[in-house]
């Protein structure tokens, strides 16, 4: 029974970020997590499972806030829920618009930690791009979040953040009754506002700001799962992709368990220039991530796997690169797209780009073997928010403490 006046706490659970006010975060919650919260707070079983699932529609669904918005809760059951949970937002340091149409936000998590994302709108579709740790453990060299530590993992709250902010940020949500579901007082209030979902402006997802999503993978998992989840967001598993610079261990395992489209930073094609330019291949060799790509589940010519290739002058970009490229992706038989990135610049940059000429050449030559190699336009990069330029300012390190990490990380590697 309910003591008048006293708030009994809630067992947070793990992988929430702990609030000062002591209330939870529903948001990165599962309708099982939330049900949890709500039989902890006190709510016998049955009505905990009822509510676990309005309150999650009205999250993901609707992208209310405020549980004094849910129509269909008794209003006299409202103020309990709101003493002890709240469905937050990641707050907003900055937020960029490119002369292309990018934006950019950089976000600030409950404990003070800075990670950005994007949106890139096209004409056919709007695509954001979503961190999943603050900072990188991995140092691929042409990367700027690379030169960054790793500050930590992001929650599942915080990545499902990025999407519900996104969503609030282009005026996304839904408005009207949610008629079918439960009993709606909005329906009598304004029969005539329906729900719709065509037009969506946000249409894709990419796993590709800062971080490497392998190293986090049952939070990405999670938020992803929620993402995907029909009764909410609904966004469909081929609308998202999943990058990485080549985790081979866990890819087989994200294919089973979480089914997105799968993106790798490949970017070279000889041992010594991709040891180089993404440290993980000593760990990891380039025959080794080839035969996990091909074991990929789901992958087939319908759901092809990208090879991510960034251009880096006089690198990785000769004709003879291209045309091993051709040889390796026939070789492992692999439903294969290439990606060209023209690489961004950004201080400090030990690359350059290739030239247009060269990147065009390079394209040909696997478009020739019929295999899709398009140039992708870079987009946002008087912002800093193309490929490989995101990176938290906040946290940038002076020189003698650069110093001091990069020879921590050296002897770490050695
Ligand atoms: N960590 C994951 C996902 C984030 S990076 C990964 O590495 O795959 C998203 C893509 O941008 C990757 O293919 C990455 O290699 C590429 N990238 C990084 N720095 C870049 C830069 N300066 N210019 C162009 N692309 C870059
Ligand atoms: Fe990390 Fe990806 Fe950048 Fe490499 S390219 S440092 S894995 S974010």
Redesign the pocket.
């Known amino acids: 029974m309910q003591i008048p006046g006293h708030i009994d706490p809630v067992v947070t659970p793990r992988s929430i970020t702990p609030r000062e006010d002591g209330r939870i975060d529903l948001l990165g919650l599962s309708v099982p997590q939330i049900r949890e919260c709500l039989t902890e707070a006190g709510l016998d079983e049955k009505a905990a499972k009822l509510r676990a699932k309005q309150i999650f529609h009205w999250i993901y669904h609707r992208g209310v806030t405020e549980f004094d918005a849910m129509t269909d809760i008794a209003k006299t059951q409202r103020p309990f829920l709101a003493e002890r949970f709240v469905i937050g937002r990641p707050d907003i340091v900055e937020a960029q618009v490119s002369e292309d149409g990018t934006r950019k936000w950089l976000l600030k998590s409950g404990d003070g930690h800075d990670y950005e994302m994007v949106f890139i709108p096209d004409a056919d579709r709007g695509t954001l791009c979503v961190s999943s740790q603050v900072g990188?453990t991995l140092n691929?060299r042409?990367?700027?979040t690379g030169t960054m530590r790793l500050v930590r993992n992001l929650t599942p709250g915080e990545i499902v953040g990025q999407v519900m902010l996104a969503r609030d940020a282009l005026g996304e949500w839904p408005k009207g009754n949610m008629a079918g579901f439960g009993d709606d007082e909005a329906a009598d209030e304004d029969p005539a506002a329906q729900y719709s979902s065509d037009g969506r402006i946000l249409t894709n997802i990419v796993?590709?700001?800062m971080?490497?999503?392998l190293y986090n993978f049952e939070n990405v998992r999670d938020a992803l799962g929620i993402v995907m989840d029909g009764a909410g967001l609904a966004l469909s598993k081929r609308r998202i992709t999943l990058?990485?610079?080549g985790v081979v261990p866990m890819m087989e395992k994200a294919g089973e368990e979480i089914g997105v489209n799968l993106?790798v930073?490949l970017?070279a094609v000889s041992k010594d220039i991709r040891d180089e330019i993404v440290p993980l291949n000593k760990k990891y060799g380039i025959e080794e991530l080839l035969e996990a790509c091909a074991a990929y589940p789901g992958a087939n010519n319908a759901r092809r796997i990208t090879f991510?290739y960034?251009m880096l002058k006089d690198k990785n970009d000769s004709d003879e690169d291209a045309r091993e490229l051709v040889r390796l992706i026939r070789k492992f038989k692999l439903p294969a797209k290439v990606n060209l990135?023209p690489?961004?610049p950004?201080e400090g940059?030990p690359y350059e780009c290739s030239s247009p000429d060269r990147i065009r050449a390079f394209s040909n030559i696997i478009f020739e073997a019929g295999i899709s190699a398009p140039i992708r336009t870079p987009r946002g990069r008087d912002i800093d928010a193309?490929?490989?330029?995101l990176k938290t300012a906040a946290k940038k390190p002076s020189r003698a403490e650069r110093d001091r990490l990069d020879e921590e990380k050296r002897t770490v590697l050695s």
């Open positions: 990188c691929c042409f990367c700027h796993m590709m700001g971080g490497e999503p990058s990485t610079s993106a930073s970017h991510e960034v990135i690489f961004n950004w940059a193309a490929c490989g330029q």
